[in-house]
C-alpha cells in the first residue's frame, strides 16, 4: 500500500496540473476569434502567403488571384504578373489547379477513381478549423484532394516523366466562395524566372480578401 505521504505528492501533482490546465484553457478561451473570411459574390480579389518548392529549395512570395464571376482572371507571384497557364498543369481539369481557374466546377466533382488517369478524387466537408498561419477563419470547409498516377507522361518542351504521382489539395470556403488553402503541382516555362526550372509545387494559404 502507498504510504500517506506519497498519496499527498501525487495529490499535489494532480492539484498543480488541474492549477496549470485551467489557466492554459483561461489563456486559450481570451484569444481573440480570428475574422471569418468575408462573403463574396464571385468577384474579388484575394492575397495568400505562398511557399513556392523549387528543385534547388523554396521561397516564400506574395500570390494574389484576381477573381471575376468565380473564374480566375489574373494571377501576380511576388508583384509579377503569371500566365494562368500555369494553373493547367498537364492533366484532366480535376485536378486542383484546374479548379482554381473556374471555381464554378468545384460543385461538379464528385468522389471518383478515375481508371485512365490511376486517378482518385476525394471531396468531402468538413468542420471549418482556421489554419494558425492564416489571419482569417473559414466560414465552412470543403476539402479536395487529388492524387494521380503517371508511369509515363511527356510533356513537350519540358521533358519525360516515368513512375510519378502529382498529388493535389484545396480548402475551400463554399460559404465565402473563396479558396482558403491549397497545394499544387504545376510544370510551366514561366516558373523558371522564379525557380530556375519549369517545375514548382505550390503551398498557399489565404491572407486577405478585397
Do not use: Q
Not at 484569444?31 to 529549395?57: D, E, H, M, Q, W
Not at 494558425?132 to 466560414?139: G, I, M, N, T, V
Not at 476539402?143 to 509515363?152: D, W
Not at 489539395?169 to 510544370?187: K, M, N, Q, R, W
Amino acid at each position: 500500500m502507498m504510504s500517506r505521504g506519497v498519496w499527498l505528492v501525487a495529490a499535489a501533482t494532480m492539484l498543480v496540473a488541474l492549477v496549470v490546465f485551467a489557466v492554459w484553457l483561461a489563456e486559450v478561451a481570451s484569444r481573440p476569434p480570428k475574422p471569418l473570411v468575408p462573403i463574396t459574390n464571385g468577384t474579388f480579389t484575394a492575397s495568400y502567403n505562398a511557399t513556392v518548392i523549387c528543385g534547388g529549395g523554396r521561397k516564400t512570395w506574395d500570390l494574389t488571384l484576381v477573381y471575376r464571376n468565380g473564374k480566375l482572371i489574373r494571377a501576380m507571384l511576388d508583384g509579377r504578373v503569371i500566365p494562368l497557364a500555369v494553373f493547367k498543369y498537364p492533366h484532366e481539369y480535376s485536378y486542383v489547379g484546374e479548379l482554381l481557374l473556374d471555381l464554378n466546377r468545384i460543385k461538379e466533382v464528385n468522389n471518383k477513381t478515375l481508371k485512365p488517369l490511376g486517378g482518385i478524387i476525394n471531396k468531402r466537408i468538413g468542420r471549418p478549423v482556421p489554419l494558425a498561419d492564416s489571419p482569417l477563419a473559414p466560414r465552412s470547409d470543403l476539402l479536395i484532394t487529388t492524387s494521380f498516377n503517371y508511369s509515363r507522361l511527356v510533356i513537350e518542351g519540358h521533358g519525360e516523366f516515368h513512375n510519378g504521382t502529382v498529388s493535389g489539395l484545396l480548402i475551400f470556403d463554399y460559404e465565402a466562395g473563396v479558396p482558403y488553402f491549397f497545394i499544387i503541382s504545376t510544370i510551366h516555362a514561366s516558373m523558371r524566372e522564379f525557380c530556375g526550372t519549369s517545375f514548382a509545387y505550390i503551398v498557399a494559404y489565404l491572407r486577405e480578401v478585397k
